[in-house]
C-alpha cells in the first residue's frame, strides 16, 4: 500500500525537535517559525509537558466517556481561569474540524435554524459541516446538506445585517484571525458590532479560534482585543501541543441535554494529561506575554523590508505578503537557511511559531530573510 498523495512534501525528514528548533534525520538543525500548522504552542518535547505525558501513558492511555475522567474537570477549570471563561462548560473532542461541527449542530438545536452565515476565505474545517473555503478550482467546498451557508465579506456588517434581518440564520462563524485566508483580522468594532447584531437576532456567534486562539494573538483568545464575549468558542491546534485534542467552550446560555453531542476519543487521559501540560506551562512561563512582545517586534522589524507588500497579523500571527509568488523564497529559507515557514494562497508566507520563540531566533529569523531577499 502506498501513501494517498495530496500533499506536498518538502524533502526533509524530521526526527527530533526542542523549543524552537527542530533536526532532520542527518542532525541539521532548522528553526521552525511554522510549528505543524500552529500546533506548537509551548515548544518541541517540552521536559513538563514529556513528564506528564509520560506519567500518564504509565497509568492509562485511553478509555470511553461512560466513565468519570477527573482529568477532563482539571483541563476545564484549568482553561476557564486561564482564558477568563469560568462560566463557561467544555465539551472536548479531537480536531478543530470537529469542534466546528459540534458548535453548528449545538446552534442550530438551540435555535431550531439551519442557515449559517461565514465569511469570505475563511476556513472551519473538512468534515461535513464544518464550512470550508478553498482557491483549488477543483476542490469544491463539502457543506453539510442540512445546512445553508452564506458567505459575506470580512468586516462588512451592512451585509451581515442584511444577512441576519429574517432572523432564520442559526449561527454567525468567524475565525479570530484569518489563518488560511491570509491573515486577515476582523477590525474590533466590527467584531463589537457583530456581537450586537446577533444578540438582537437571536443568531449564535461563533468564534473559531482553532488557529489563533491559545495565546497566539498575544491574549488568550484574539476576539478579546475586541472586549466581546462570543456564544461559543472553538478550541484544538495548540491546545495539545502536538496531540490531537480540541474543545467548544459553551456559554451558560445553553443547557446540555443526555445524547445531545458524543465522541469516541475526546477528552482521553492522555489528551487530557497533553491539554493540563500545555495550560500549566503557558501560564507559569508566560507564553502569552512572551507571543505579544516577540510578535510585536517582530511585525516591527518586517514593516522595515520595503520589498514586503504588506505586514499583517497580531502577536505570533503574522503573514507577509508580496506582489509575486513566494515559492521560491520559501524554499531558499528552509533549504539555504534552515528555517521552516508556512503559505496562504501562492503571495503570503505565514508565520506561526512555538509561543516561546525569542528575540534571539527571530533575529535569526530577520536576518535570514534579508539575505534571501
Known amino acids: 500500500m502506498k501513501l494517498f498523495d495530496v500533499y506536498p512534501l518538502f524533502d526533509v525528514e524530521v526526527v527530533k525537535g526542542k523549543g524552537c528548533k527542530i533536526y532532520d534525520k542527518n542532525n541539521v538543525e532548522y528553526l521552525d517559525l511554522y510549528g505543524g500548522h500552529a500546533v506548537i504552542s509551548i515548544g518541541h518535547t517540552h521536559p513538563y509537558y514529556v513528564q506528564k505525558m509520560e506519567q500518564q501513558l504509565e497509568r492509562l492511555v485511553f478509555y470511553s466517556n461512560s466513565v468519570i475522567n477527573s482529568l477532563q474537570m ?25 469542534a466546528n461541527e459540534n ?24 468534515t461535513s459541516a464544518a464550512v470550508r473555503v478553498t482557491d483549488n478550482p477543483k476542490i469544491k ?92 468558542i472553538t478550541v484544538a491546534k495548540g491546545m495539545g501541543n502536538g496531540f490531537p485534542v480540541a474543545g467548544v467552550l459553551i456559554s451558560p446560555e445553553f443547557k446540555p441535554v443526555y445524547g445531545m453531542l458524543g465522541t469516541t476519543f475526546g477528552g482521553n487521559h492522555l489528551a487530557c494529561a497533553a491539554a493540563s501540560a500545555v495550560l500549566d506551562v503557558m501560564e507559569q512561563e508566560h507564553l502569552i506575554a512572551n507571543a505579544a512582545e516577540t510578535g510585536s517586534y517582530l511585525l516591527q522589524e518586517l514593516k522595515k523590508f520595503d520589498k514586503i507588500k504588506e505586514v499583517r497579523g497580531c502577536g505570533l500571527m503574522i503573514g507577509i505578503e508580496f506582489d509575486q509568488p513566494i515559492k521560491e523564497l520559501r524554499n531558499r529559507l528552509l533549504y539555504e537557511k534552515h528555517i521552516f515557514t508556512g503559505v496562504s494562497g501562492t503571495n503570503t508566507l505565514r508565520l506561526l511559531p512555538p509561543l516561546c520563540l525569542t528575540k534571539a531566533e527571530a533575529d535569526q529569523f530577520l536576518q535570514a530573510f534579508n539575505e534571501v531577499l
Open 141 to 232: 467546498a463539502p457543506v453539510n446538506e442540512s445546512l445553508n451557508v452564506e458567505f459575506v465579506s470580512l468586516n462588512d456588517i451592512d451585509a451581515v445585517r442584511k444577512a441576519l434581518q429574517n432572523r432564520d440564520v442559526c449561527a454567525v462563524i468567524i475565525e479570530g484571525i484569518q489563518g488560511v485566508g491570509g491573515i486577515q483580522t476582523p477590525h474590533a468594532d466590527f467584531l463589537q458590532q457583530l456581537s450586537e447584531t446577533c444578540r438582537n437576532t437571536g443568531t449564535v456567534l461563533i468564534l473559531d479560534e482553532i488557529q489563533s486562539g491559545y495565546g497566539r494573538s498575544g491574549r488568550f483568545f484574539a476576539h478579546q482585543h475586541a472586549g466581546i464575549r462570543p456564544d461559543i
Open 74 to 98: 482539571e483541563v476545564a477549570e484549568k482553561l476557564g481561569k486561564l482564558s477568563g471563561y469560568e462560566d463557561y462548560s467544555l465539551f472536548m473532542i479531537n480536531s478543530g474540524a470537529e
Open 103 to 126: 458548535a453548528l449542530k449545538l446552534a442550530s438545536f438551540h435555535t431550531g435554524r439551519k442557515k449559517v452565515v461565514a465569511f469570505s476565505k475563511s476556513f472551519h474545517g473538512r
